[in-house]
């Protein structure tokens, strides 16, 4: 059964960074895409990064290029996100997700939350 | 807002075949796969069709997708009061070189 579970949310002041983490299980961790996903209170989803197999090839929204880093170690099975300069505007659920169903279905984890405030 | 366009909110009765559109451009829908979500309340997201029309394992044949053009729907029959969620679309986008989301979409039964 494919398993993601997220940590390293919590609270953080305007400016701060975090790093979050998103452990997987039950699937050949270096044989598939995966992304970040938020959701902000009452919002909608939100796609924030996604990453290649190899980790050769990352993608970015512009609403967090050049703060946000996406990596994966796949002798871990783990996927990370550095968030640096982070804003008000970041305070959301984060999901990790991996691109389990032909390149096109994502399969989810439970989340973490993130809140950037004073 | 949001590069693919759902409608805000649907409704239908128990047992009702109920419609959401989902709607995009010739960069996103209107050359890559679309895949649909449902969000319960208080939940993760979850798959219920990718590659337009292809259900993963578990999920029922009462959901179903469709893509036409720039545009794809997910219709669920015979509706449940346990289907009363929020759904998603997205595909990638081929401009913007990222996924994109519908808005979603508040399914409520009477």
């Known amino acids: 059964e494919v398993q993601l579970v997220e940590s390293g949310g919590g609270l953080v002041q305007p400016g701060g960074s975090l790093r979050l983490s998103c452990a997987a299980s039950?699937?050949?961790?270096?044989?598939?895409?995966l992304t970040w996903v938020r959701q902000a209170p009452g919002k909608g989803l939100d796609w924030v990064s996604g990453?290649?197999?190899?980790?050769?090839?990352?993608y970015y929204a512009d609403s967090v290029k050049g703060r946000f880093t996406i990596s994966r170690d796949n002798s871990k099975n783990t996927l990370y996100l550095q968030m640096n300069s982070l804003r008000a505007e970041d305070t959301a659920i984060y999901y990790c997700?991996?691109?389990?169903?032909?390149?096109?279905?994502?399969?989810w984890g439970q989340g973490t939350m993130v809140t950037v405030s004073s | 807002q949001s590069v693919l366009t759902q409608p805000p909110s649907a409704s239908g009765t128990p047992g009702q075949r109920v419609t959401i559109s989902c709607s995009g451009s010739?960069?996103?829908?209107?050359?890559?796969?679309v895949s649909w979500y449902q969000q319960l309340p208080g939940t993760a997201p979850k798959l219920l069709i990718y590659?337009?029309?292809q259900r993963p394992p578990g999920v029922p044949d009462r959901f179903s997708g469709s893509k036409s053009g720039t545009s794809a729907s997910l219709a669920i029959s015979g509706l449940q009061s346990e289907d009363e969620a929020d759904y998603y679309c997205?595909?990638?986008?081929?401009?913007?070189?990222?996924?994109?989301f519908g808005g979603g979409t508040k399914l409520t039964v009477l």
């Open positions: 997700a991996v691109l389990y169903y032909d390149s096109s279905g994502y399969v």
């Open positions: 039950g699937f050949t961790f270096s044989s598939y895409g």
């Open positions: 990453i290649s197999t190899s980790g050769n090839n990352k």
């Open positions: 010739s960069s996103n829908i209107g050359r890559k796969t």
């Open positions: 590659t337009n029309n």
């Open positions: 997205a595909a990638w986008d081929d401009s913007l070189n990222g996924r994109v």
